[in-house]
């Protein structure tokens, strides 16, 4: 292989690492995501997979459960990122939250970011688990 | 007793359980905060300990650990709370995180907030760790 | 009674103080926020009439016109909280503002948190009226 | 002339201004905007006219082109505007800018914001230059 | 005079308006600010001026009172503009509200927007109370 | 070279254009922010090298002028960043922007984020602009 080819190869494997851990923690709404940039900005879709996940999210010192409550944590307090919002409540029920931890740290921000964004919040997890009733997902 | 003299008994009582969690968690500088609130609202101090510790951090469901990830998260996140956000990650030190897990929290913040909400807060969580470091709070 | 009862008494006077506010104020739209927690977070609910209605706008100081005000500019400003922003603009009215005094906040909120936030608000605000027009609410 | 009628003439020129700024800049859809307000609050549409296209849009020491990137990216970061952004997106085209730059300026705030709020812009994006493809729009 | 002339008057009338509004409302904070644009921005200050107290602060539909309890709110809520902020809350003890009308306002908005706003806020207005109680400033 | 050192390798390329980049743009302010991370979290500053300035401000599509104007535009309207305001309004004179075309967008931001944040970003140019001036630093 010449040095180009090496280097390829390492962006790959950043690439390959993130699209793994994606697919471990957010599943086909990951997927699906990255599917809607194709035809507008897919660099943006690859930035996800290989800062977001190939880098942070596959980084030790905080185990996935964790991270999954931060991130809720976040965007609840955030509340104008309700389709990732979503995508994150289900993250963490597949990487072993319960639900009722889920429910804890959205009341929780009402401490921190008011009532009107744990509200909207709830309502997003209410739809979420709904699903996920419906669809017969039974981890969590 | 009157009922009167019952209904300010069960007042304090969640006064008290709410009391003892912003101790045990906040520890000193959770103190502090409520002190510098007693000549100018006194109440939104005792909201802040019957509501936000008698209440919220009160409850089961999720971990004191768990609760204080999510909150650096939010905060971080928020970005114009860095007082509280550092009574917080000392409070996070105080029941058992890392300061390992910490750091990890506030770099994942970089990718759902942003690099400067990110920077601006280990900032503060360096000054935190070096104000334990110098007075040898040993904990973590 | 024992102890016990009396505390749970306290409580529920609490609670009955907070519900009777939050009627008073939010009529019907506020009842349907705590109705559609029950099955998912009903604590959520009940601090919301608690701590919100039973503590903070029972408070005296300030009358509840300018409580809403208040409330209105608020959620304005924050532009992230709009089904809470409705049910504010109506509760507004149900306290004896007027619809001017209601567009003149708004206004007033491109000044501090801009047009885009203001504009979005007085849509709410658009809709809100509609409504109750079509319903005959003839309070304003 | 009276001195009030002169008065009037030049607020009247600074509307006017104003007026074939939001035209040049926004087109239709700025129109629509000012036109939504006219049986709620028809004052705040004149303030978006006089004080955002007469006072500022109409400076000097930047161009539309830059003006329009401002934008896009403040309104991509502040995640709450998404109507004013798909305004702004067709805005950018219209006075020359790319859809490759509004492109770069989406993914770059990702940066500033993080990756939820330029997302949500980019679908927005997507969306609006959909619409145009659609209605044979050919400038950009 | 000519049509120019004219033009000019029209301006200053309006921008004398907004600064006697501007006085009559912030006091000296208000001119300091204005001041410090000279040498930088003097535009900015003079649509201050222009349209926030010209325009803006001048409309009839809400007493002065009540936009400064919604200016209050506000500012409390984005938590992000602590100077104006401080300039607000002796606005508002300027035009007759009372201290306890402020604290009210800053307490609420930790429903609104979380306890660290209301905190940050509250030790802003506990700044602005001993200073004006160090300068004898009687009217509230 | 084995694999290993291949993949190394090619991590470090998209560091050194990271770096190079940022020494461009941001100048000793970028270096100063990277060394301040060195002893508390070195990766979040790999980060901003590696995915900031390797990935995102290298990219093609739009000029470094037009990319700091976004930056700047972003900045002040999140208002919770101004240490970076202030690098990146620097870095904008770097890349060949002037003073006035940065004042401008400033301004403008009023209209969409509020006065306030225009308020409190035009006061941290004019500290750069004056620190510039302190040490000839005559590009602009």
Redesign the interface.
């Known amino acids: 292989?010449t040095?180009q080819d090496?280097?390829k190869?390492?962006?790959k494997?950043?690439y390959e690492r993130g699209w793994e851990k994606l697919l471990e923690i957010d599943g086909d709404a990951g997927e699906s995501?990255i599917k809607?940039?194709k035809n507008?900005?897919p660099?943006?879709g690859r930035?996800?997979i290989e800062?977001?996940f190939g880098?942070?999210?596959s980084?030790s010192?905080?185990d996935l459960?964790?991270?999954e409550?931060?991130?809720?944590?976040?965007?609840?307090?955030?509340?104008?990122?309700q389709?990732?919002l979503k995508v994150h409540i289900n993250a963490a029920l597949n990487v072993g939250c319960s639900r009722?931890?889920i429910?804890?740290?959205?009341?929780?921000?009402?401490?921190?970011?008011?009532?009107?964004?744990?509200?909207?919040a709830?309502?997003v997890?209410?739809d979420a688990?709904f699903e996920r009733d419906r669809n017969n997902i039974t981890s969590a």
Chains 1, 2, 3, 4, 5, 6 share one sequence.
């Open positions: 292989m040095t090496h280097l190869k390492a962006e494997s950043r995501v809607s940039l507008i900005a660099d943006l930035y996800i800062f977001g880098d942070v999210y980084r010192g905080l459960q964790k991270r409550i931060a991130t809720i944590a976040a965007l609840t307090a955030l509340g104008n990122a389709p990732q009722e931890e429910i804890e740290v959205i009341i929780q921000m009402a401490i921190y970011a008011g009532f009107p964004a744990a509200l909207n709830m309502f997890a209410k688990f």
